[in-house]
């Protein structure tokens, strides 16, 4: 049973405007939640983190959501740039544990 | 760059024969994982290892197992390939202080036919 839920496969945004991505979970025990990002043929790569404590963290153009009561995160990017192209998975893991659990990923294309 | 490296990156093999991967590390980090990626599943953990010779199972460790008898490396064979171990596999490293994120290695692409 999918614990982390990324419902939209595919995204596509123009660029410079704003790209969300969104991110459910079922277990309440999950307290650290991760965005990464992937490339073709190359390995996740971490993009920001938060922790359960904080309901925003911010990285440049990145920033993530967490609403622990509607159990969602979201990824936001401004402005969104063509080499964004990626797929974007979240992750989330509890701190008494040592797995992480992915979503499916969503793939998001920027259009020049 | 966290140093991983992934040995083969690529593999094609036949039903039934063994196949071992390496993941190597070079940063000391004391958790260890390995993925597998699949069109519609995303990334599903099948063995992390704590330590050396300290290994447990994840959501989908059925046909595999691991081995992590050195800090750097850890091991994952496939007994008897089957057909539904095509995939890409992916290794992760991760220190739980201060950080918490893993960081992946490149891959390795296998293809059982």
Known sequence: DQQVKQNSPSLSVQEGRISILNCDYTNSMFDYFLWYKKYPAEGPTFLISISSIKDKNEDGRFTVFLNKSAKHLSL???PSQPGDSAVYFCAASANTGNQFYFGTG???T??? | DAG???????????TGTPVTLRCHQTENHRYMYWYRQDPGHGLRLIHYSYGVKD???GEVSD???VSRSKTEDFLLTLESATSSQTSVYF???REREPLNEQFFGPGTRLTVL
């Not at chain 2, 991983?4 to 036949?14: A, F, G, L, N």
């Open chain 1, 76 to 78: 936001h990017i401004v």
């Open chain 1, 106 to 108: 969503t793939s998001l």
């Open chain 1, 110 to 112: 920027v259009i020049p």
């Open chain 2, 4 to 14: 991983i490296t992934q040995s083969p990156r690529h593999k094609v093999t036949e």
């Open chain 2, 55 to 57: 290994t447990d199972k």
């Open chain 2, 63 to 65: 046909g595999y197992s």
């Open chain 2, 91 to 93: 290794c992760a490293i």
